[in-house]
């Protein structure tokens, strides 16, 4: 269930819920679901590691973080 108490059933429901997210300033979210196929598994190996920066958020930072380039 999310915070409206609609159970998330679909990829399509997940996405409809973030699009009609709003605030009382006027924030509007678009969003559309990505059915493009990426590769998963892809392990960097100890020369790359010094070439990115992982800044990692302070909300759950473990799992909220964005990957940089180096420099």
């Known amino acids: 269930m999310n915070w409206r108490g609609r ?3 679909s990829h399509v429901v997940v996405v409809k819920l973030i699009s009609s997210t709003t605030t009382s300033k ?3 979210v678009y969003a559309e679901l990505d059915k493009s196929k990426y590769p998963t598994k892809i392990e960097m190996n100890d020369d790359e590691m010094p070439k990115i920066t992982v800044c990692r958020h302070g909300f ?5 973080y964005t990957i ?3 420099g």
Not at 60 to 64: A, I, L, Q, Y
């Open 7 to 9: 159970p998330l059933t």
């Open 26 to 28: 006027g924030l509007q």
């Open 60 to 64: 759950h930072g473990d799992w909220n």
């Open 68 to 70: 940089r380039p180096h």
